[in-house]
């Protein structure tokens, strides 16, 4: 069967994806023009509000080419002829929309592996970004056929030529083999279609054991779990029993179908389709990404599996009831079936109970997971600090691995500590190329290299340590960019460091959540910045309440270390007198007085009370 094309889309966030999967919704027939609504296939409330893709979403869409048309493509597809299309027949194409935040780069690896080609969607406006990169190089690693396309031509300030030296530079293609579109109006739209199905590869077929790759799930409470699966040989039909490979459970294929992109059964699957099986498995933790489903009576050996996702920022999450610990546990299994990339363990606190330690992509993976408990599981949470995973030596010569500042042992009993680094790359127009610079000059880097894309674009690298850019490094790249720079990075290893634990006393009490590990030379402005911070977003109490930072004190007992910084929250004033009229000057001292020592007592006695969304303000500090 020469008809199916699997591909993708990849881009840099906000190049147009979801807009462009619309035109090509619309195009085919998918979704009728009165059930058309903007962004689709983003299906998460999240998603719509911020404008961005978070979760990679299956299509399957139909399309006939016209007889009067000739192809028009010169790209030589190994293995592949342009006589061998087909005008009699409708093609099956399966589109894979991706996220394009680097935080969800996992999902895009998830995605890639399924299909034979990509759209590599480029903005007219901005170019060639850094995630623009990072996703081809994906792409190119698996070598998948790259259909390179530029879009939003319609915009006044759109740069086509210049973009097209950008993709000229990355791919040596001409600007023929570059399609150039608008997703909002649809213009070329309709010659991405005839590109999808001239240049990629048709899925490959055979009749051979049934074997199928997941690559992502949802949980149904009657079909148990819901498997989104790339058939790569034979075919399954609804009640065949099957088995999943590395997880050696048994299951029945309850239901097999395609998506439309709501789940539509159909009698079958077969080798090259792109569609799910309803396992009736229950327990979601047996169906993982990148397993094989295969026939019960199968002896095929299992697909090749993704690579486990890359976590390089941790943060702890506590239920402000602690009733609710069985709920978050609940939620978070409910959560890492439809996020494969989502991390957890138990952990606990002698000041907040029991919790979860997660592990994540970024920082903004952390905001979209607390987001949806909150929304989707109405719970309330205190969250840590993000900490990235360092690597210690205690003077006994034992190793550890420390994912949370809570878990750092006491400084006596440290010889060194290792923190991990990372390859960052910043692609940036030369108007900017300074401010960035001296922004990067601002935290612990080592230049590496400059290259230049273009007369106007410049790319640079550097070695950083990943703790320097989790946190609000993107926030402040866009700033002195004016939106223009871009940035993505990769893990490459661990470095010694001169490291120590900041904590953070609120009315003489250590908060744990706040704790975090900085280099010792950043101590002081980071403990200063941290307490002020504090200052703004926690609200006034009936006392005053003390804010400290302090270092170099034991993680457990009551001893809290050197301060270094402090502010004070003034306490909100209740009017006691306003209720006097005339009389003895001294019955007003008298209530004065009284309120006095009541505030005195509270500030002994009562606590402070931190919203949730003091911590997640916190996260972006």
Request: proline share 5%.
């Amino acid at each position: 069967m020469q008809n199916i094309r699997n591909f993708a889309i990849i881009a840099h966030i906000d190049h147009g994806k979801s807009t462009l999967a619309d035109r090509l919704l619309e195009l085919t027939g998918t979704i009728e023009k009165r059930k058309m609504q903007e962004q689709f296939l983003d299906t998460m409330e999240l998603e719509r509000e911020r404008g961005i893709t978070i979760k990679l979403q299956p299509v399957r869409m139909m399309y006939r080419l016209s007889k009067d048309q000739s192809p028009k493509s010169k790209v030589e597809v190994p293995g592949f002829s342009h006589s061998t299309l087909d005008f009699s027949q409708e093609y099956v194409l399966n589109l894979i929309d991706t996220p394009g935040h680097v935080d969800f780069t996992y999902e895009v690896s998830r995605s890639l592996a399924a299909v034979e080609g990509v759209i590599l969607l480029v903005d007219a406006t901005q170019g060639v970004q850094a995630q623009t990169l990072a996703n081809l190089v994906l792409a190119q690693k698996l070598k998948l056929a790259i259909i390179p396309v530029i879009n939003k031509i319609d915009l006044p300030n759109a740069r086509v030529k210049e973009v097209e030296e950008e993709i000229f530079n990355l791919l040596g293609v001409g600007p023929d083999e570059i399609l150039k579109i608008s997703a909002k109006t649809g213009e070329g739209v309709k010659e991405v279609l005839e590109a999808v199905i001239e240049r990629v590869p048709p899925a490959p077929t055979g009749d051979g054991e049934f074997r199928a790759l997941i690559f992502d799930s949802v949980f149904d409470t009657y079909k148990g779990v819901i498997a989104f699966v790339r058939v790569f040989g034979g075919s399954l039909k609804a009640g065949d029993e099957i088995k999943l490979f590395a997880a050696k459970e048994k299951g029945e294929a309850l239901e097999v179908g395609y998506f439309s992109p709501k789940l539509q059964k159909n009698q079958e699957l077969t080798s090259g389709e792109i569609g799910y099986v309803a396992t009736g498995i229950k327990l979601p933790q047996k169906v993982r990404v990148g397993d094989t489903i295969m026939k019960s009576n199968s002896s095929a050996i299992a697909l090749p599996g993704y690579q486990d996702p890359l976590l390089v920022v941790f943060a702890s999450f506590y239920p402000e009831d602690s009733d609710q610990f069985d709920d978050l546990k609940d939620a978070l299994g409910k959560l890492k079936l439809t996020d494969a990339s989502l991390s957890f363990e138990p952990e606990s606190s002698p000041a907040l109970g029991r919790g979860f330690r997660l592990g994540f992509l970024g920082l903004l993976h952390i905001e979209i997971i607390s987001e949806r408990l909150k929304r989707e599981f109405g719970l309330g949470l205190i969250i840590s600090s993000p900490t990235v995973e360092y690597e210690m030596t205690l003077k006994k010569g034992q190793a550890i691995k420390i994912r949370s500042a809570n878990q750092v042992p006491d400084p006596t009993f440290i010889e060194k500590i290792r923190e991990p680094i990372s390859l960052l790359n910043i692609i940036t127009p030369l108007a900017y190329l300074g401010s960035v610079m001296k922004l990067i000059g601002e935290i612990r880097s080592s230049y590496k290299e400059t290259n230049y894309l273009s007369k106007e674009i410049v790319r640079l690298v550097y070695e950083v340590p990943l703790s320097e850019i989790i946190t609000d490094f993107y926030d402040r790249l866009k700033s002195v960019s004016s939106g223009y720079a871009s940035m993505s990075y990769e893990p490459t290893g661990y470095n010694e460091a001169d490291l120590i634990r900041l904590d953070i006393l609120i009315a003489g009490d250590k908060v744990e959540p706040f704790s975090k590990i900085v280099p010792r030379d950043q101590a002081e402005r980071v403990g200063r910045a941290m307490v002020e911070k504090l200052k703004d977003v926690i609200p006034q109490q009936l006392f005053a309440v003390s804010l400290q930072a302090a270092v170099g004190g034991p993680s457990t007992g009551s001893g809290h270390g050197k301060i270094i910084a402090r502010e004070t929250i003034k306490a909100r004033r209740k009017d006691v007198t306003g209720y006097l009229y005339g009389g003895d000057v001294t019955r007003k001292k008298k209530l004065l007085e009284k309120q006095k020592r009541g505030k005195e007592r509270m500030k002994e006695e009562g606590g402070v009370n931190i919203p949730q969304k003091v911590f997640l303000e916190m996260l972006k500090k």
